[in-house]
C-alpha cells in the first residue's frame, strides 16, 4: 500500500471519529469501570500518604544555588511519561466500561 493511500485511509477515519456524535455512546459497565478506577486512585493516595522519598533528606544543611536547580523546562518533561501513564489509564477504563454506540449510521 502506498504512503498515499495510507495517509488519506488515515485523514478519512479522522475525519469519521471527528464527526462522531459522542453524546449517544453509552457504557454497558460503568460500575466496574468506576469500581476498578477508584481501587487505583485509593491506592495511589496510600503510596503517597504513607510512604516516604528516599531518595530527599530534608534538612541536610546545603542549599542548592539557583544555578543548579532544575527549571520549568526540566520538570515540564520529567512530568510527561507520568501524564502518558495516566492517559493510558483513563483509556483501560474507558474500554473496560464497554462503550457502544446504539445505532450508527454513515451520512454523506
Given at each position: 500500500?502506498?504512503?498515499?493511500e495510507?495517509?488519506?485511509?488515515?485523514?478519512?477515519?479522522?475525519?469519521?471519529?471527528?464527526?462522531?456524535?459522542?453524546?449517544?455512546?453509552?457504557?454497558?459497565?460503568?460500575?466496574?469501570?468506576?469500581?476498578?478506577?477508584?481501587?487505583?486512585?485509593?491506592?495511589?493516595?496510600?503510596?503517597?500518604?504513607?510512604?516516604?522519598?528516599?531518595?530527599?533528606?530534608?534538612?541536610?544543611?546545603?542549599?542548592?544555588?539557583?544555578?543548579?536547580?532544575?527549571?520549568?523546562?526540566?520538570?515540564?518533561?520529567?512530568?510527561?511519561?507520568?501524564?502518558?501513564?495516566?492517559?493510558?489509564?483513563?483509556?483501560?477504563?474507558?474500554?473496560?466500561?464497554k462503550?457502544?454506540?446504539?445505532?450508527?449510521?454513515?451520512l454523506?
Amino acid at each position: 500500500m502506498p504512503f498515499n493511500e495510507l495517509s488519506e485511509l488515515f485523514r478519512s477515519k479522522v475525519s469519521e471519529f471527528a464527526h462522531t456524535d459522542l453524546v449517544q455512546v453509552h457504557f454497558s459497565q460503568t460500575a466496574w469501570a468506576l469500581g476498578i478506577g477508584l481501587f487505583i486512585v485509593s491506592m495511589l493516595a496510600l503510596k503517597l500518604l504513607f510512604s516516604r522519598n528516599r531518595n530527599a533528606r530534608a534538612h541536610s544543611g546545603h542549599p542548592l544555588p539557583p544555578a543548579f536547580r532544575e527549571g520549568a523546562l526540566v520538570k515540564a518533561l520529567r512530568m510527561l511519561p507520568k501524564c502518558i501513564v495516566a492517559a493510558g489509564a483513563l483509556f483501560c477504563l474507558l474500554a473496560l466500561a464497554k462503550p457502544f454506540l446504539p445505532k450508527a449510521e454513515k451520512l454523506e
